[in-house]
């Protein structure tokens, strides 16, 4: 029984790729749209969240680290400060800090009048080549320079939407107080309306029985009959004659058939 040589042969060896040098996923830059970027950062642009590659990460940050040394000023001294090993030359293209120690090793220092960054000088330039070697020291400080900006980037971000939202649950808290408060507020009033309605029908109904005791037909009448009002002459004047009662014995005042009535003659009232 021949079983298969558990060593590869020398063709198969030959056919295998080589080690890859630089073991990370590639994928695409948001900012320069180049693909098959090596070690993309999670960074803000334009307020959001993007991958972008090292290079841009220090392209879209100038100010926050040196461009030689790539030291990363987490809070940047200002340009004029006394100590000589954090002032800074400005770039007048960008706001690239550039330490004037960095500068000072150069042979021919610029002139902070004219000095132009690394990027802004070089239109081609890039701070993080894909090398064909193993990554040296300076591509380790420049990628340890991306990964701390990115960070701080991604704090402040954070900071800036914790803020917000904070804000945003406060100005949500105020407007459910006055929401509840205009509520309890329609309910009184509503509450008060229906008060005053059932108070109003109560004094109409009230004021109906008290016109239909005066008006009504239970309104007693005088025993003595109704009220008659004559109108006679005597002489060239107008006379009203008032009589009460039914007939000539029952208590007439002011008959006008005798003469007079019980109580005496009759009671005559001008009209004019």
Known sequence: MNLPSSKPSQSESQVQSPLNIFPFSKGDCYNCNVKDRWLLHNAVVGGASRRICTSCVLRLNPSTFCPYCFEF??????????????????????????????????????????????????????????????????????????????????????????????????????????????????????????????????KNAVKKEDLSGVYGHGHPQSQNGPLNNKIGTSGNNPVVVNNIGANVIDGRIGNTNNNGGRFGPPFKTSAF
Do not use: W
């Open 73 to 202: 000023f987490e809070n940047p001294l200002s340009t004029t400060s006394s100590s000589s090993s954090h002032r800074f030359i400005s770039c007048v293209k960008c706001s690239s800090l550039s330490h004037i120690q960095c500068l000072s090793s150069s042979s021919s220092p610029p002139s902070p009048s004219s000095y132009h960054c690394p990027p802004c000088s070089q239109p081609n330039f890039t701070f993080f080549p894909v090398p064909e070697s193993p990554v040296d020291e300076k591509l380790a400080k420049v990628f340890l320079c991306a990964c701390k900006i990115a960070s701080s980037v991604m704090k402040k971000q954070f900071t800036l939407f914790n803020t917000r939202s904070e804000r945003a649950v406060k100005e949500a808290a105020i407007a459910r107080k006055k929401t509840k408060e205009a509520i309890e507020q329609c309910f009184a009033l509503q509450r008060l309306h229906g008060s005053l309605d059932v108070s109003n029908n109560n």
